[in-house]
Nanobody, 126 residues
Framework: QLQLVESGGGLVQPGGSLRLSCAASGFALDYYTITWFRQAPGKEHEGVSCISASGDSSRSADSVKGRVTISRDNAKNTVYLQIHSLNTDDTGVYYC???????????????????WGQGTQVTVSS
């Protein structure tokens, strides 16, 4: 069964950090671009950060630029998202998604992704 499973979310104080994981099963992650999206309460999904299949290209949203590091360990079939200096605007459910066509470049357009995880909740609060 093809699957993406996110983990690493939780409650964190403003200014803190988190590392989210996106583990793939049923397919080899290293053929695909992977993107992290998030959805805050009452808002649309927002692309957060994306990494190409080879790992040599990435893109991050302006709202998190300079505060996130996206990386992948293809041997572990996992993509990571490290977020620093968290603030309340970072609260939401974080999802990872696989771009439909292998080898495609980064994109924050949701319709080009065909496999999504169930999400992990991140809450930033004091």
């Amino acid at each position: 069964q093809l699957q993406l499973v996110e983990s690493g979310g939780g409650l964190v104080q403003p200014g803190g950090s988190l590392r989210l994981s996106c583990a793939a099963s049923g397919f080899a992650l290293d053929y695909y671009t992977i993107t992290w999206f998030r959805q805050a309460p009452g808002k649309e999904h927002e692309g957060v950060s994306c990494i190409s299949a080879s790992g040599d290209s990435s893109r991050s949203a302006d709202s998190v630029k300079g505060r996130v590091t996206i990386s992948r360990d293809n041997a572990k079939n996992t993509v990571y998202l490290q977020i620093h200096s968290l603030n309340t605007d970072d609260t939401g459910v974080y999802y990872c998604a696989r771009r439909r066509v292998s080898g495609s470049p980064c994109s924050f357009v949701r319709s080009v992704y065909d496999l999504w995880g169930q999400g992990t909740q991140v809450t930033v609060s004091s």
